[in-house]
């Protein structure tokens, strides 16, 4: 059985990659193989949201079970966040990565948290499952900045530079709020060519 790396590029204050998330992971569950596919996410910092396209998120998102209760659109420096997101890749694998950036978007989205805290870090990273100790020394270095750096890069290389874009076996690609259905049809083709 060959595994289908679906890589997803976001960034923990662009609320369509939240929504992103949560389609991807509904299309990779209705998908002929689910247990085939292996999410992985990729940081892309720097992505700005209007206020109107925070709204559009919000109003799309409550159909993912998203509750986008913050006003305006967050501004972090979101670096460090995607430190400790790669970090739970690291240690734990697609499954402790997705629950740290889950922990971290709702922490922006619900809670309206500051992200560039490290003392706010670090306690998100301990809810999510990391060790909050190692949390703190990852912040307090430059540890894993390396991995952000790049993912970057990467996305560079393949000219994205909008939030989300989601990349399967690095062949098929799609850019820009997409619904479940879109990119179960982008797995679907991915695992019949394969």
Do not use: N
């Not at 790049?150 to 076996?169: K, M």
């Amino acid at each position: 059985m060959a595994t289908l790396d679906c890589e997803l590029w976001g960034d923990v204050i662009d609320p369509w990659s939240y929504v992103a998330k949560r389609r991807l992971e509904a299309a990779v569950a209705k998908s002929g193989r689910p247990s085939e596919v292996l999410v992985i996410h990729r940081a892309l910092p720097g992505s700005p949201t209007s206020a109107d396209e925070l709204e559009r998120a919000a109003e799309e998102g409550r159909v993912e079970g998203i509750l986008i209760s913050v006003a305006t659109p967050p501004a972090h420096d979101t670096t460090d966040a995607h430190r400790l997101v790669a970090q739970g890749l690291a240690l734990g694998g697609p499954a402790l990565q997705g629950a740290v950036l889950e922990r971290l978007y709702a922490a922006v989205f619900i809670e309206g948290a500051d992200i560039e805290s490290p003392t706010v870090l670090q306690r998100l990273a301990g809810e999510a499952g990391l060790d909050e100790g190692r949390a703190a020394a990852i912040l307090e270095s430059q540890e894993r900045r390396a991995d952000v750096d790049a993912d970057r890069a990467t996305a560079e290389g393949l000219e994205v530079t909008q939030t989300p874009f989601v990349l399967i076996d690095q062949q098929l690609g799609l850019g820009g709020p997409a619904t479940a259905d879109d990119y179960l049809d982008l797995i679907t083709r991915a695992q019949t060519s394969g």
